[in-house]
């Protein structure tokens, strides 16, 4: 299926990010190998945060090209 804007991206990312179990309070470095919309590291950042983590520094090694 083709996400074809953001609000497809955020819909699909966000039914599929969930943290289980506790998290403790200490600051978390959240890496994605590709990114696209960005969309992947919003929702896992505020589902940490919601999870009672401590501050998120999201990080990407590379980002996806359009033609």
């Known amino acids: 299926m083709e996400l074809e804007n953001s609000h497809q991206q955020f819909r699909n990312v966000?039914?599929?990010c969930a943290v289980e179990g506790a998290v403790a309070?200490?600051?978390v470095l959240l890496v994605d190998d590709l990114v696209d919309s960005r969309w992947t590291?919003?929702?896992v950042g505020a589902r940490l945060l919601e999870a009672g983590s401590g501050?998120?520094?999201p990080s990407v090694l590379a980002k996806s090209v359009s033609d």
């Open 41 to 43: 590291l919003t929702v």
């Open 25 to 27: 309070g200490e600051p």
């Open 55 to 57: 501050p998120v520094s």
């Open 14 to 16: 966000w039914g599929a």
